[in-house]
């Protein structure tokens, strides 16, 4: 045997060195690694077939489904952990199985979207995704909270979302800002969340995502595409503020609520938009086809919190809406907190040291 070929450790071939495969310490032939071993669907890592955990689908090690999935007790597919659905014994569904047996469950699968109720009067609506984590993904929590979201109307569902360890997404229906405010129970909604000991803030996974009616931002498109240019405009020029008031870290903005880039004009960042042609997961989400997305918001149970938010995307779209793209253009951080007198705002503004200079102690998240 020379120097440019080797013997695989498993079927004992003598091969040329360029046709060496590893698989742990084990140098194999082409011959082997294509009958006898598999790619791990999450870590890349490839191992023998024989050891693999599999289903139709998806191919894992063992050491990636003992510690991210689970199987459906019904059709035997590999789950994620934070898509399966549970029932009161603690059995497994996958989301398709889960339909089936309980057709009037409290958890839907990730791309449930029911037929919208709007709450309040206007033409500005919000639409809040809230992501809790920790707390399981189980009929139990699911029902409980919406116990209380829907005690009077149907404000919230409650769907599986795969970036959770063992969380549940909560979607409300599209509710003007004052609504949100003063009719829609948020504080019992998060008191519920976090006695059934779910977090958001203190997670690496859960956002808070807010849709944007874009009827919003005027009735026709040409209205509609210079208004969320100069919302794109907004984010990108005062990126590092809403970076602070996120409380995102640069990591989780990066993976989960890119920026498009900041450029001389509202337009030109529009373009750079739509020639990204970039995913979902952007800090300013354009794809769908009724509402804006701002995903650049991480998850809280905190009240003032979740408040102030849903009063910063309000105010965004009042600069968006009712300023040209030169007074957009000249405008200062200072100059826009002009324009602020909320309460919930404010407070939460200092607390993040972004209120003209005025910061106060912040209460912890959850």
């Given at each position: 045997m020379n120097a440019k070929t080797f013997v695989c450790n498993h079927c004992g071939a003598v091969s040329p060195i360029d046709d060496r495969y590893m698989v742990g310490e084990e140098a194999i032939c082409m011959d082997c690694m294509l009958n006898d071993t598999v790619i791990c669907d999450r870590c890349g890592t490839r191992i023998w077939g024989e050891n693999a955990v599999e289903d139709d689908y998806t191919t894992l090690c063992r050491d990636c489904f003992e510690r991210h999935y689970t199987r459906c007790c019904e059709c035997d597919n590999i789950v994620v952990n934070g898509s399966a659905c549970y029932d009161d014994y603690g059995n497994a569904y996958c989301g398709v199985c889960w339909d089936e047996i309980e057709p009037e469950q409290p958890i839907h699968e990730y791309n449930y979207k029911p037929e919208p109720k709007f709450y309040g009067k206007g033409d500005r609506y919000f639409g809040v995704e809230l992501e809790i984590d920790g707390?399981?993904?189980?009929?139990?929590?699911?029902?409980?909270?919406?116990?209380?979201?829907?005690?009077?109307s149907e404000h919230l569902y409650i769907k599986t979302d795969g970036s959770l360890d063992s969380g549940l997404e909560l979607v409300t229906h599209p509710m003007t800002l004052d609504y949100h405010l003063n009719k829609m129970p948020w504080a019992g909604i998060l008191d519920e969340a976090r006695s059934l000991n779910f977090l958001s803030h203190k997670t690496s996974t859960c956002g808070l995502h807010v849709h944007i009616s874009r009827e919003t931002f005027g009735y026709t498109q040409l209205e509609q595409e210079c208004a969320i240019a100069r919302l794109l405009y907004f984010v990108e020029k005062f990126w590092a503020e809403l970076l602070r008031f996120s409380r995102r870290t640069e990591s989780q903005i990066n993976r989960w609520a890119a920026r498009y880039g900041m450029k001389l004009s509202p337009q030109e960042v529009m373009d750079s938009a739509k020639d990204s042609r970039k995913s979902r997961y952007m800090a300013v989400n354009l794809t769908n086809y009724h509402t804006v997305e701002i995903r650049i918001f991480r998850g809280t149970l905190k009240l003032n919190t979740l408040l102030a938010t849903l009063q910063m995307v309000n105010a965004i779209c009042d600069v968006a809406v009712f300023l040209s793209d030169d007074e957009l253009q000249r405008l200062s951080w200072?100059?826009?907190?002009?324009?602020?007198?909320?309460?919930?705002?404010v407070r939460y503004l200092k607390e993040r040291d972004l209120y003209k200079n005025e910061p106060v102690a912040a209460e912890e998240d959850d």
């Open positions: 707390g399981g993904c189980d009929t139990y929590a699911a029902k409980h909270i919406l116990g209380v979201a829907n005690d009077h200072h100059q826009f907190l002009d324009r602020i007198h909320e309460p919930e705002l």
